[in-house]
């Protein structure tokens, strides 16, 4: 498993994002996040990009987007403006894609971490593990009960639930200390698409560790 530092010091901001799923064009995922249509939806995404400061850092954690096919996801992470770490999500039409025309001819059938897939944006995997100055980090897509160094002081950033696993939102410990740091837990905690990571420093200060393994 890949592990990378990173400092506070050389970026902007830190933001932590999880499905954008841009082009969802489905009530039940832009209805939950307050938008009366596909379109609102959208052009709030795009503008939540724009947003993005050049010399921000963004955890994406998978699900970019959906349902408006591969060259107009491409074109969605190629304008992202900022230095991306990506992990898989559960869809991946565009990313994948992507993936696939950037990786060497050498390595045709293979998997090779990590692997720039646009400009500014790099996949890692499936999972990463993250440190932040002393901030420690478990990154993946699907919220995992055991992860790695949990018993050592790293918490888990993870996403898909949408906000529907209540016990891993900001206001829950039930299930220690992992964040479902989807857009709809985002904007309903700060108005954005992203959590800022000392946000998360302090949601993740406020919940309990976990008592489902001993390790």
């Not at 992203?194 to 390790?215: C, R, T």
Request: proline share 4%; aromatic share 10%.
């Amino acid at each position: 498993m890949l592990k990378i530092k990173k400092y506070r010091r050389d970026y902007n901001k830190i933001k932590i994002n999880s499905d954008f799923h841009y082009g969802h064009d489905r009530d039940f995922l832009y209805g939950p996040r307050g938008f009366s249509n596909g379109k609102e939806h959208a052009d709030w995404i795009d503008s939540q990009i724009e947003s993005l400061d050049p010399n921000d850092l963004l955890i994406c954690l998978g699900d970019v987007g959906l349902g408006i096919g591969p060259v107009s996801i491409i074109d969605f992470i190629n304008r992202i403006p900022c230095e991306t770490l990506m992990v898989w999500g559960n869809h991946n039409s565009g990313v994948y894609q992507s993936y696939k025309n950037n990786l060497p001819n050498s390595f045709a059938g293979m998997e090779v971490y990590p692997l720039k897939i646009a400009k500014n944006v790099t996949m890692i995997g499936e999972s990463f593990l993250l440190d932040v100055d002393h901030d420690r980090f478990f990154c993946t897509h699907m919220a995992p009960l055991i992860f790695h160094d949990q018993n050592r002081g790293r918490v888990c950033l993870c996403g898909h639930s949408h906000g529907n696993l209540k016990q891993i939102n900001p206001d829950s410990d039930d299930f220690g200390k992992i964040l479902d740091c989807g857009v709809e837990n985002a904007k309903q905690y700060n108005g954005t698409a992203f959590f800022d990571i000392d946000e998360i420093v302090n949601i993740m200060s406020k919940k309990m560790p976990s008592s489902f393994d001993h390790h």
